[in-house]
């Protein structure tokens, strides 16, 4: 068991002011909160690009013009699968991730953080969609560690007055790249421009390189525990908590991975949202995604992460369906509003995920936590692929195909109820 660590009654101001000062002079949280950007900024461009992909690499030879591959240059079927493909690649987290238990979370990071963003910028010179798709693969689960490395050592660098807060600020530097790699896109038109903006992941490798160097250490005892005889191997005791919260995130994969992957193609190739349009959205989204993060942070720490997560993949759930149900201004507003639900989940969820376990495994037990990521997203592609082909000619929108992809796992969420609260626990 954890010890547990109570705290005494404060405010909510004097508890805001406390976490700003303790944050305020760490530069580690601020090089972390980079890390998080450039993972991001990596990852997304396949995202926000992946409408320009299609009709790029597309074909020009369709039967009826009212199907969704005339709509978005791909069939669903075919833009499912090449995002399945980099969600699944993201199973290399796992031996990575335990790497980190093992040799240190510091030197794990520079290697995945910048040889994830090298690739992703060689993927600029891709001649197909598949050539496209093997590169992104190959660039996502050194991305994905850093991406979840980064939150590790944030929660080990924080005290439990203080995590949340600083996972706050970790999970907006992920909001900045994820919104960087949007608007970027948004300016460069053109048939090569989503190969201008892969080239562009060289500038935050640069950055990345030079900073991370300089965080601590924070994997504690050097000696291999008995957990690393094997990568990935978890403790017994922990395997029952472990199996919950894996449970609980492929339900927020199987939501998440058709509500981002396929935004930008139904935006600007089914709905015709002009790409700087698009991009104006995104960049408005910071406003609701900020406001997400502090209703997430007070959430967690007053409500406790089990509510807050909760609270989060029921909004976000929600907020997607309702930009998926047809026309612009659903798109526009559910939007909006789903970067809010992401953002009340992302600190909470990152606090629940890392706080449920001891440093010898924790960086274990996030490699595990996105293999149920992973394969909750591959369920959900292929699920919203299939129901988008099979009934977008007849209604004209792929809102059936995110009702059968995001409805179905929700119930899962009652096994929050068995996990115990975290938000006083002293890491061990």
């Known amino acids: 068991m954890l010890p547990v660590v109570r705290m005494a009654p404060e405010t909510c101001d004097d508890h805001w002011m406390r976490a700003i000062r303790s944050l305020a002079p760490d530069r580690l949280i601020l090089i972390l909160a980079f890390v998080a950007l450039a993972a991001a900024f990596g990852q ?57 238990d093992r040799v240190g979370r510091r030197r794990v990071l520079y290697v995945c953080g910048l040889a994830g963003l090298l690739v992703t910028a060689s993927a600029a010179l891709s001649p197909t969609y598949w050539w496209f798709v093997a590169l992104f693969a190959l660039a996502r689960p050194m991305l994905s560690t850093s991406t979840t490395l ?64 300089k965080l601590r250490e924070t994997r504690g005892d050097t000696t291999p525990s008995a957990h690393a005889v094997r990568l990935g191997a978890i403790p017994r005791e922990h395997r029952g908590r472990l199996a919950i919260v894996m449970g609980v995130v492929a339900v927020i994969g199987a939501i998440s991975g058709p509500a981002n992957g396929f935004a930008f ?49 029921l909004a976000t759930a929600a907020t997607s369906l309702y930009a998926y149900s047809g026309g612009r201004t659903a798109f526009v507003v559910g939007y909006l509003l789903g970067v809010c639900a992401a953002g009340i989940l992302g600190p909470s969820g990152a606090a629940l ?12 037990a996030g490699g595990w936590v996105v293999v149920a990521g992973v394969l909750g997203t591959v369920v959900g592609l292929a699920v919203f692929g299939a129901v988008a082909d099979a009934t977008f000619a007849t209604n004209g929108t792929v809102l059936w195909a995110a009702v059968a992809a995001f409805v179905p796992g929700l119930p899962v969420l009652l096994l929050l109820r068995r996990l115990p609260e975290t938000r006083d626990v002293a890491l061990s």
């Open 44 to 100: 997304f461009g396949s995202t926000s690009a992946l409408g320009d992909v299609a009709k790029t690499f597309g074909t020009s030879t369709v039967t009826s013009s009212s199907s969704f591959t005339a709509q978005a240059g791909l069939s669903g079927s075919t833009l499912a699968i090449g995002l399945a493909v980099l969600r699944f690649a993201s199973l290399g987290v796992l031996p990575l991730a335990s790497l980190a």
């Open 150 to 213: 980064a939150s590790v050592m944030t929660a080990e660098l924080s005290t439990a007055r203080t995590r949340v807060t600083a996972l706050m600020v970790v999970a907006a530097g992920a909001g900045i790249g994820v919104g960087c790699s949007a608007i970027l896109h948004g300016f460069l038109r053109g048939p090569d421009g989503f190969r201008v903006l892969f080239a562009t992941a060289l500038i935050p490798a640069a950055v990345l390189a030079v900073l991370v160097p």
């Open 265 to 313: 193609v139904y935006g600007e190739n089914i709905l015709r949202l002009h790409a700087q349009l698009v991009s104006s959205v995104v960049a408005l989204s910071a406003l609701t995604g900020v406001l997400g993060l502090f209703v997430g942070r007070r959430l967690a720490d007053h409500r406790g992460r089990r509510l807050a997560v909760a609270v989060g993949v």
């Open 353 to 364: 995920t890392t706080e449920a376990f001891p440093t010898a495994v924790r960086a274990s």
